[in-house]
């Protein structure tokens, strides 16, 4: 078979673990643990590995990290360069730390916070100004899949929260359904295809070549025992991992279940 002009490249997967409020200093252990096993022969080199720990941890971990495959990325940022903003922390700020990217928009940030679109925006283009990849989440709830409207809030989530300057290099998409989140409950295959499936189009519409290349990651739930069916739905290009990327051994199980 040959492939058409215009076929994408590849897209190479990510794998990334969002430890949440989860970690003092004696959790980069797993970190270390994990260095370590990335640089085994096991683990093939087209995979990306991210940890996003919390902001406390970011500098030792980029210390413990620098030359390794192992990337650092941070949870949340300001939109603003500077100011007075106490207890926030700017992307520049980040960038300073080691990390190269933040994600943005996740979901117990726009339900605790009442972070809208618009500042969901707003931080993936500080991202971008910083030099930092923003990782923008989207996803429905439980009622709005129950309603229909899982479609519907992607397209709104997306037109909202992406910057149009995003290119495949530097903006990430989790798709995230809240009521998978931290449950051990996960959309079908299909479902996941579906909503994939519909982002792809909805960003090659928005971003043209630029969101047909941009990675798209599943997250929710993802675990060693469910990551190669979840990872081998199409336009699932990695993960966004919570609990499961605790343990270096849980996270490792998922990056040896996804395809390259
Ligand atoms: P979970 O969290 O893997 O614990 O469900 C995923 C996330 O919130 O990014």
Redesign the pocket.
């Known amino acids: 078979m040959t492939s058409s002009r215009t076929d994408p490249a590849p897209i190479r997967p990510l794998v990334a673990g ?1 430890w ?1 409020m989860h970690g003092l200093k004696a959790q980069l252990a797993e970190a270390a643990t994990l260095r370590a096993a990335l640089e085994g022969a096991l683990v093939p080199h087209g995979i990306d590995v991210m940890i996003c720990p919390p902001a406390t941890l970011i500098m030792e971990l980029a210390r413990l990290a620098a030359g390794t495959r192992l990337a650092v990325g941070a949870q949340d940022c300001h939109w603003l360069p500077a100011g007075a903003h106490t207890g926030d922390i700017s992307a520049e700020m980040l960038h300073d730390a080691g990390a190269s990217a933040v994600i943005v928009g ?3 940030r726009r339900a605790g916070y009442g972070e809208l679109d618009h500042i969901v925006k707003a931080k993936a283009e500080a991202a971008l100004r910083a030099g930092l990849a923003a990782i923008v989440c989207i996803g429905e709830t439980a009622g709005q899949r129950r309603a229909g409207l899982t479609l519907d809030v992607a397209a709104r989530q997306l037109a909202g929260s992406l910057p149009e300057a995003s290119t495949a290099a530097d903006t990430i998409i ?1 798709y ?1 359904p809240v009521w ?4 051990g409950l996960t959309p079908t295959t299909g479902e996941v295809a579906e909503v994939h499936a519909f982002i792809r189009t909805a960003l090659i519409d928005q971003l043209g070549v630029q969101g047909r290349e941009m990675r798209i990651l599943y ?4 675990k060693p025992s469910n990551a190669a069916e979840l990872l081998a739905v199409p336009s699932v290009n990695g993960a ?5 990327s605790l343990k270096a051994v849980d996270l490792m199980g998922i990056i040896a279940a996804c395809k390259v």
């Open positions: 969002n949440k996740h979901s117990e989790a995230e998978a989140i931290g449950t997250g929710g739930s993802v966004l991992v919570g609990g499961a």
